[in-house]
């Protein structure tokens, strides 16, 4: 899918030491709705990207935990353990959104800190809205 491609490709441009968190091969084949990235090593920052499945709607959370090295235990235990214990992270930055086409994205709605002038925005400027550093 195009649109999965295109956002998980802005995730990895803009992080550039960003990394997929995968589950175990058991689940290669299976459509997948959620996808989560590490922001950088030793960071407490988690990127949360879910597509909702039929449509190119999509929300990008950026989640906070208490410290790195409990987001380290929780991403080491993802492949087996699976999605659900990163529900401790507080999200402080969620987007949800349409995808149209490669920087063409129509905010639905966001909450966060950053300030967003328009309801059509590019990649870089979804990524720069759940960015916990700016």
Not at 61 to 76: M, N, Q, T, Y
Not at 98 to 118: C, F, I, M, P, T
Request: glycine residues 6%.
């Amino acid at each position: 899918m195009n649109s999965l491609d295109y956002l998980r490709d802005e995730i990895r441009t803009y992080y550039p030491e960003s990394k997929e968190l995968l589950l175990s091969s058991a689940f290669d084949g299976l459509p997948r709705y959620n996808f989560y990235f590490e922001i950088a090593p030793g960071q407490r920052h988690l990127l949360y990207l879910n597509w909702d499945g039929d449509i190119d709607g999509f929300t990008l959370k950026c989640l906070e935990f208490p410290d790195a090295a409990l987001l380290k235990e929780l991403a080491d235990a993802y492949t087996d353990k699976g999605s659900k214990m990163f529900n401790i992270g507080r999200p402080i930055a969620t987007l949800s959104f349409l995808y149209h086409e490669n920087d063409r994205l129509s905010v639905r709605s966001y909450h966060g800190k950053a300030h967003l002038d328009s309801r059509e925005i590019s990649g870089r400027k979804m990524m720069y809205a759940v960015n916990p550093f700016e």
